[in-house]
């Protein structure tokens, strides 16, 4: 991370004055789970040529296999956030990371497309289950004021892992096949697992109190305390209830849905179809195709996200939370201008420039959008609000995108296609604009709530009568009881 005044990276001082010292070690792991999920998921796109001659796909087929992935993913994303609202999150990734690992071997053995079809759709499950941990758990490892960067080393997966997969998948279908590629992808999670199981579990709501303060919150138990099947489903759906419907009463909250769902619209049709385009409009073989949208991918979005990070860091720290929302509608915009004008480009060298600048800027703008969601979430809902964020992104973006696209394209043309589509998500990303009006507003109810909880729990804590032998109240109990 860049240097703020004469303080390192992992030393800050909080709202009292106090100085407090935050590890760069959880960002790497949980960057590492995101990477692992991320080259898996590109790898898909890599073999895209392969399963279409080999088994001779349209393209909406082939726009299909993304979908299903993303439905999945959708259904499970908000149960996967209740539970990491109320479980140990590094658990939680551990074992999703190791199941993942076995699953993959099911989209390697496909003997036809519907064998395939099924695996990426068995799939979904785990990404969904990670993503709201880890956003749970970089809520409580780093302060609103450092977490675009703290985002920018997990969301930079998104990019380089996009970019590895998919080089990966071009490489190794042209000289092994396209089974030994998923294959290949299976093997690096059980020892991020490892890492994941090794994380310290941080208290709910720790970096946004004073280190004094966060001292006196209750203890994270050893082991989560286990619920009958019955109770288990009961106690989810009631509490879920409750908190969707806090989360979408939030109104930034609701600005930065739009904002996602537009965003990520658009990542995810260029980064989907990108190199299906340039195999077709660049004279490109499909070895040089997935390779430069590698490149353009990984190299822009490990630039920008980095980048982006420290930029909207920064702006938060000198012009508040509205100039971080600010800087996420540009840089969005921007990227789809030099989309659309590298489409209309006959040089392949200046269409690629473009395309790489316009990689960049939508980088730039995704840990700064995370960011701005944890600063108007109860670190208590923080799980169920990164839930709510994924499905959001999913529904509207990256499952609609890859087959609107391919259906587009089967009518007209995959240029065409982009034409239509991008326009919309220009005006969708001008309704976050509205964010700025109110997140300052909504932020600063956050803090105060988060302050109440706290006198609160400490209160409660000390009515416990711990002279007889009793024990005080863990996390879990005093989560069930609300």
Not at 85 to 107: A, E, F, N, P
Not at 457 to 465: G, H, I, K, L, Y
Request: hydrophobic letters at 55%.
């Amino acid at each position: 991370m860049p240097r703020m005044g004469d303080e390192t990276p992992s030393m800050k001082r909080d709202r009292a004055g106090e100085v407090r010292r935050f590890s760069v070690w959880p960002m790497l792991v949980l960057a590492m789970v995101n990477l692992v999920d991320q080259i898996d998921v590109a790898i898909l796109r890599g073999v895209l040529p392969f399963l279409e001659d080999e088994w001779g796909l349209n393209d909406f087929q082939l726009g299909l296999l993304g979908f299903v992935f993303i439905f999945v993913n959708t259904i499970a994303t908000i149960p996967a956030g209740w539970v990491a609202d109320h479980y140990r999150r590094t658990r939680i990734i551990g074992w999703t990371l190791l199941s993942w690992s076995g699953l993959i071997v099911l989209s390697a053995t496909a003997v036809n497309y519907l064998n395939l079809l099924f695996a990426r759709a068995v799939m979904g499950i785990g990404q969904s289950v990670d993503d709201p941990a880890s956003t749970s758990l970089l809520g409580d490892y780093y302060p609103a004021r450092m977490r675009a960067r703290a985002f920018s080393f997990q969301q930079v997966s998104v990019f380089v892992g996009g970019g590895i997969g998919l080089a990966l998948g071009g490489w190794v279908g042209s000289t092994l096949g396209w089974r030994w590629a998923f294959a290949l992808v299976g093997m690096p999670g059980s020892l991020v697992a490892v890492l994941a199981f090794r994380l310290r579990e941080p208290r709910r709501g720790e970096a946004d109190l004073p280190a004094s303060a966060a001292a006196e919150l209750p203890p994270v138990p050893a082991e989560a305390r286990g619920l009958s099947f019955r109770a288990f489903i009961r106690t989810m759906f009631i509490e879920l209830s409750a908190e969707l419907r806090m989360i979408f009463g939030i109104r930034t909250m609701r600005y930065i849905l739009i904002g996602v769902s537009a965003l990520l619209f658009t990542v995810a049709g260029i980064s989907y179809w990108l190199a299906v385009y340039h195999e077709r409009y660049s004279g490109m073989t499909v070895t040089e195709a997935t390779t430069f949208t590698a490149l353009v991918l990984g190299v822009g979005g490990l630039i920008g996200t980095f980048g982006g990070g420290a930029v909207g860091d920064r702006v938060f720290g000198t012009r508040g939370p509205s100039a971080r929302i600010a800087f996420v509608v540009w840089s969005a915009l921007t990227c789809t201008v030099l989309f659309l004008i590298s489409f209309a480009l006959s040089d392949v060298v200046a269409r690629l420039v473009l395309q790489f600048l316009g990689v960049v800027a939508a980088a730039g703008s995704v840990p700064s959008l995370r960011a701005s969601m944890l600063d108007v979430l109860p670190a208590q809902s923080r799980g169920v609000g990164a839930s709510a964020f994924a499905l959001a992104a999913a529904v509207f973006g990256t499952a609609l995108a890859p087959v609107l696209v391919g259906v587009l394209s089967d009518l007209t043309s995959l240029v065409g296609a982009f034409y239509i589509v991008f326009p919309p998500v220009m005006v969708g990303l001008l309704f976050l604009l509205r964010a700025r009006t109110t997140i300052v507003e909504d932020a600063a109810a956050i803090i105060s709530a988060a302050a109440a909880a706290h006198t609160e729990a400490v209160a409660a804590s000390a009515r416990e009568p711990h002279a007889d032998g009793a024990s005080a109240p863990d996390e879990n109990d005093m989560e069930r009881r609300g």
